[in-house]
């Protein structure tokens, strides 16, 4: 999950179902590729580019100096020696052209397919209305962390289960139990009400686990993840399609929010009780920024990709080549650089990634929308490059 933010992403409710202003600027997708791309010729005494770019199809069209930026900006998080090399002669560049910063990239990574196809959704930091005091349709409370939920050892809860992670429960009678699920944690209310939402914001707001509230008198206040109850996030697309409450194509996050607040009441709660996962927060004020992925660094917009972190390591450099969108009003592709820096509970497998779009409703829209085929390419640090 994303410590920030360990939240999951808008999308995610399709999947199984991780800053400027209020609309932050989204990157575009880069426009249609006329050919095979053709490396530019090497300048005399320069290393001679990886042949292997040319298989990147959307190469040619990418904005070199924006990726590179995003990675010069966010590198320093990378664990290992051969990144950290090439993050610190990237960072000695200065403002590098459009040619140089190709370059620059071209000679110190080699392209690395990674895996067979896979999904690619996305996610956004939403702004949404609260109030401090419930009523007008703000009813849902957003929780801090509760006293009672503390980390135990699997095997405090099942001696049956095999040793691993710490994961979430309570104590009670002094045995230590799982923390109770979502219809549970909603009629018992622990911890303390930090604000109110509208039930479907707040459901939301679980899933992208952060963004940034606002008030009626003009204050703006930033929740952060503190903590999950443990349950796994199931999605609920699927029931609402297998119910016919909204049709195969017409799951985006924006088609779920919108049959939530509709139905706001018993029959939205049924459907998002589906989902046992509950996400509690912490409040301040707001920055401004972007807010943290997992790597502990701001996420630039359009440049971020939550990962499975058992198969990858942030700080890590991608080429995404997301195609065949299965949804209504989609982008038809995503293709750029993009680099590791958060991770989310439903991001597994190796071709699996969570593309963050920014913060703000526009970028809520895109990232709801985003359930593309995935072809994914490791960029490998080449110490002896340039």
């Not at 052209?97 to 996610?123: C, S």
């Not at 071709?351 to 709801?368: C, I, K, N, T």
């Amino acid at each position: 999950m994303r410590p920030r933010v360990l939240g999951l992403a808008l999308a995610l409710l399709v999947s199984a179902c991780a800053t400027p202003g209020t609309d932050g600027p989204l990157i575009p997708p880069p426009g249609p590729v006329p050919g095979r791309p053709t490396p530019d010729p090497t300048p005399p005494g320069r290393p001679t580019p990886h042949p292997g770019f040319g298989a990147l199809q959307g190469w040619e069209a990418e904005d070199h100096v924006a990726a590179l930026a995003a990675f010069s900006a966010t590198c320093g998080v990378a664990r290992d020696r051969a990144t950290t090399y090439v993050c610190k002669k990237a960072r000695q560049l200065g403002e590098p052209d459009e040619l140089a910063a190709r370059l620059f990239l071209e000679t110190n990574f080699r392209p690395q397919r990674v895996g067979d196809p896979g999904l690619l959704t996305a996610y956004f930091a939403p702004v949404y209305e609260a109030r401090m005091s419930s009523g007008d349709g703000f009813t849902a409370p957003v929780l801090s962390k509760p006293d009672d939920l503390i980390m135990v050892e699997p095997t405090q809860l099942d001696p049956n289960a095999s040793p691993g992670a710490r994961v979430p429960g309570r104590e009670r009678g002094g045995s230590y139990e799982a923390y109770p699920d979502r219809a549970a944690i909603e009629s018992w209310r622990p911890g303390v009400v930090l604000a109110w939402m509208r039930p479907e914001d707040l459901f939301f707001l679980q899933i992208q686990g952060s963004g940034v509230l606002t008030l009626p008198d003009g204050r703006r206040k930033r929740v952060a993840f503190a903590a999950h109850n443990g349950k796994p996030f199931v999605g609920i697309a699927k029931p609402l399609r297998e119910r016919g409450l909204l049709a195969d194509n017409n799951t985006s996050g924006d088609a779920i929010r919108s049959w939530l607040a509709d139905n706001r009441g018993p029959k939205a709660d049924e459907i998002m009780r589906l989902n046992p996962r509950y996400v509690f927060f912490s409040i301040a004020d707001d920055d401004g920024r972007d807010p943290l992925g997992a790597a502990g660094v701001p996420l630039p917009a359009g440049r971020a990709i939550a990962v499975d972190l058992s198969r990858h390591q942030v700080g890590e450099l991608f080429w995404i080549d997301a195609s065949a969108p299965v949804l209504t009003n989609a982008f038809p592709t995503y293709r750029r650089l993009a680099v590791a820096l958060d991770t989310g509970g439903a991001i597994k497998g190796e071709v699996r990634a969570d593309l963050y779009m920014g913060r703000g409703d526009a970028a809520g829209v895109e990232a709801g929308r985003v359930r593309h085929t995935l072809n994914m390419y490791r960029l490998v640090p080449v110490v002896g490059g340039s």
